[in-house]
Every structure is written in structure tokens, then in C-alpha cells.
């Protein structure tokens, strides 16, 4: 064990220039969710194991290899939640809420997964997420997916984006689909991953998401769900592709997606994007018909989607996150005026403007650091400026320096 003082691998440090990005997309989110009519709902962190591990589906790569699993000092099996989908449906069940349907909710904050870290895959990460329970319309999907794709749109990332769809048909399909996959596998056994050979056996269509190289190449030429979907099936997903061209949300029909966790059915969907590199999953959901049943609860009809805030954050353009600001310097000339420039700094910030006061180094040290803070302006104050009731504004644009009274300083117009 390492005695050094550092982070766990896989997690890091958000420092403020990251939490200005985190910010401006989880408010982005937040508002755009309250305008569909999601509310915001928080779970636990940690919630018992059976969360998780009944919901995902024991042969998932995050049950199986991916959770952080405890026993707490009171023996109870737990798990950090590796995703915001189960907890919700949790907490639905939990809370009692089926008299409320239908029901929309968002929500956002760390998920925890042990993966092999690299650039955009971390083993602590940040989704926010999007649930809504209670509609069998295929017009839920489309209005689930008109939310993901107005957030990337207010985050300024819609246009390296593209929605990748496709369906998994109902339960009657996947049955069929299910036959003809264990066909074709079980003929080329001897090329699957060891992962996949116990795939075949407990969940077949898992194969199709297998990561591994020749598994992938089995994937290429294995037979599409298409071939096996009902009529339902079929006007189903026609429906959520007229609604989606209705919107004008480009998108594009991708046969080969399959999503990881194992409660969807019908829709299936990812919004991916080429420029970052292997990480290019930003957003993916689809509908999870049978997930509350699966987990004790009445039969309930659920569609909702989760994005990578790490992953939107490293695509969203800086101006757009931060907007410029007026700063405004506080500079005390000697110790008569710094004693006054903590009062003249809580003046201008009560009006809602930024100021920070330079407290150490001599008066030209001073200037020099709010230069290079990025200050507009710098209110000069020394014992004469305090005598007189005055303060001296600099102009660090214009380069304009001129004496004001304190009181025309409560109206003075700061402007970049
Ligand atoms: P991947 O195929 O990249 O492993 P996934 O299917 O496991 O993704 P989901 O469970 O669908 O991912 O999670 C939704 C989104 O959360 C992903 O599209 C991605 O943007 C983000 N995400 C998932 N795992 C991580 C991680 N370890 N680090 C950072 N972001 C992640
Ligand atoms: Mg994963």
C-alpha cells in the first residue's frame, strides 16, 4: 500500500475552472428538465446491493465486474450506485408512488464504476439523467429524447453530436431474436470470448455489446433483431422515428446498438460524438418496460436516458460557459485606504458586481496583480481619497484615472 497522499486512481479533483463547465451544463439541464416537466429527485448514493445487482442483470459488465461493493460495519450488503436509473425506480417503489403516474423526473451527481481509467472514463464520474415512468406511447421516447436533444443544443455541442437509434423490440421479439442468436453463436462457439460463451448461455443479446475484438467480428455477421420483430414491435419504433423527424432531430438508425443494462426493450438510443476519441458515448437511454417489476413493483412503463457530464463538459465551448464579467479591483494606496477598501469591495459586490481586493504588496504590486486578474477597473483609495470621501477609478481598458465622490460611486456605471 502507498503511504503517499493522493487520489484514488480513477477519481480526480474538480477544480474551479472544471465546476464552471460542470455548472453551466447541470443548470442547462436542470432548467431545460423543469421545462418538460421533470422534477428533480436525489437518491442515495449507496443503496443495498439487490439495487443494483437484481436490476442491472448479473450478466452485465457493471454487475459483474464494475460495482463497488461493501459490507458496512452493521453487516448490510451495499453498493455505491453505479447508475440513477435503479435507485429511481427504488424509489418509486419504495415511496409508494404509483398512484402518481405518470411521473418525470431528473436528476444528476456522482456514479460509481470500476472500469480501467483513461481520458473520459473515470471510476468516479458525474451523470445526469432523465426518468419517465408511466407512458407506454411511443410518444414518451420521442418527447425523452427531444430533451436530451435540446440540452445539447443549449450546451452548444448538438452540431458534434449524432443520435444513434434503434429498438429492441417487446418481449415477444426478443424471445424469437433470442433463438436466432443462440443459433448463430452456439454454430461458432469456439471464436467467443470466455465473457460471451457465458453470455450464450444467460443472455445472448449481450454478445452483440461485447467489446472484444473477435467477438466483434462474430457480431458483423450475426443475424439482426429487425428480421425478428412483430407487428407491435415495428409500428412502435415507426412511431418514435416519425416523431423524432417531426422535431427535425437528425438521427440515424445504428442495427448494431444494444445498450449494456438489461431492462430495455422498444427504444434504444446513444448520442455519440467523434471528438473524444474512444470515450465519443455522451448520452445513451431507451425505454426499460419491465425494470420496476423486475425489481417487486407493479408492471410500470419507464423511458429515460443518462449523459456523461465529464463527457459534455470536455465538449462545451468555454465562451459559451462563461460569460464575461465585469471585475473590479480594490486598491488600497496605504494603510488608511486598505483599512477602507474592505468596505468599499462589500458596496460593490452588494450591487451584484465582482470585486476582489488586493490586500498584500506595495501600491504598484497591487495594480499589477488586478492587471493580471483580469481586473476592468481598480478603485484606487488612499488616506486622502478616505479624508475627502472619495475614491480614485481607473479605467484599465482606457487607461482613463479619474477622482469620484463615494456617494456618485453607488451609481458609477461599470461597463466592459
Ligand atoms: P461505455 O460503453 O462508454 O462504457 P456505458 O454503456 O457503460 O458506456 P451508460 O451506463 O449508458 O454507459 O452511462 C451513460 C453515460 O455515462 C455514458 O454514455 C457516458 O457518457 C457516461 N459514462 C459511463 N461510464 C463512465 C465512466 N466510467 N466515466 C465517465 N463517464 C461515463
Ligand atoms: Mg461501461
Not at 211 to 234: F, H, I, M, V
Amino acid at each position: 500500500m502507498s503511504n503517499k497522499i493522493q487520489s484514488v486512481r480513477g477519481t480526480r479533483d474538480l477544480l474551479p475552472e472544471d465546476n464552471l463547465l460542470f455548472r453551466f451544463v447541470e443548470e442547462s439541464a436542470y432548467k431545460k428538465a423543469l421545462l418538460y416537466g421533470y422534477g428533480e429527485i436525489e437518491t442515495p448514493i449507496f443503496e443495498f446491493s439487490d439495487v443494483f445487482h437484481r436490476t442491472l442483470g448479473e450478466t452485465s459488465d457493471v454487475v459483474n465486474k464494475e460495482t463497488y461493493d461493501f459490507t458496512d460495519r452493521g453487516g448490510e450488503k451495499l453498493t455505491l450506485r453505479p447508475e440513477g436509473t435503479a435507485g429511481v425506480a427504488r424509489s418509486f417503489i419504495s415511496e409508494g408512488m404509483m398512484q402518481n403516474l405518470p411521473l418525470k423526473f431528473y436528476y444528476s451527481g456522482p456514479m460509481f464504476r470500476y472500469e480501467r481509467p483513461q481520458k473520459g472514463r473515470y471510476r468516479q464520474f458525474y451523470q445526469l439523467g432523465a426518468e419517465c415512468l408511466g407512458y407506454e406511447s411511443p410518444l414518451a421516447d420521442v418527447e425523452c429524447i427531444a430533451l436530451a436533444w435540446d440540452l445539447l443544443k443549449q450546451i452548444g455541442i448538438s452540431a458534434d453530436c449524432t443520435l444513434e437509434i434503434n429498438t429492441l423490440g417487446d418481449a415477444e421479439s426478443r424471445a424469437a431474436y433470442r433463438d436466432t442468436l443462440v443459433q448463430y453463436f452456439t454454430a461458432h462457439k469456439d471464436q467467443l470470448s470466455e465473457d460471451s460463451k457465458m453470455r450464450l448461455e444467460k443472455n445472448p443479446l449481450r454478445i452483440l455489446d461485447s467489446k472484444d475484438e473477435g467477438d466483434k467480428k462474430l457480431n458483423a455477421n450475426a443475424p439482426k433483431l429487425e428480421q425478428s420483430l412483430n407487428q407491435t414491435s415495428q409500428d412502435f419504433f415507426a412511431k418514435v422515428l416519425a416523431g423524432i423527424e417531426k422535431l427535425g432531430i437528425p438521427y440515424k438508425v445504428n442495427n448494431h446498438l444494444v445498450r449494456g443494462l438489461d431492462y430495455y426493450c422498444h427504444t434504444v438510443f446513444e448520442f455519440t460524438t467523434s471528438k473524444l476519441g474512444a470515450q465519443g458515448t455522451v448520452l445513451a437511454g431507451g425505454r426499460y418496460d419491465g425494470l420496476i417489476e423486475t425489481m417487486g413493483g407493479p408492471k410500470t412503463p419507464g423511458v429515460g436516458w443518462a449523459a456523461g457530464i465529464d463527457r459534455l463538459a470536455d465538449l462545451v465551448p468555454k465562451e459559451l460557459a462563461v460569460k464575461p464579467e465585469v471585475l473590479v479591483a480594490i486598491i488600497g494606496a496605504d494603510d488608511q485606504g486598505e483599512d477602507e477598501s474592505v468596505k468599499v469591495a462589500h458596496e460593490i459586490r452588494s450591487r451584484g458586481l465582482k470585486a476582489e481586493n488586493f490586500l498584500s504588496g506595495k501600491m504598484g504590486k497591487k495594480m499589477q496583480k488586478a492587471n493580471k486578474a483580469g481586473a476592468h477597473y481598480a478603485l484606487i483609495l488612499g488616506g486622502n481619497e478616505v479624508t475627502n470621501k472619495t475614491v480614485t477609478v481607473k479605467n484599465f481598458t482606457t487607461g482613463e484615472q479619474k477622482e469620484i465622490s463615494r456617494e456618485e460611486l453607488k451609481t458609477f456605471s461599470f461597463s466592459i
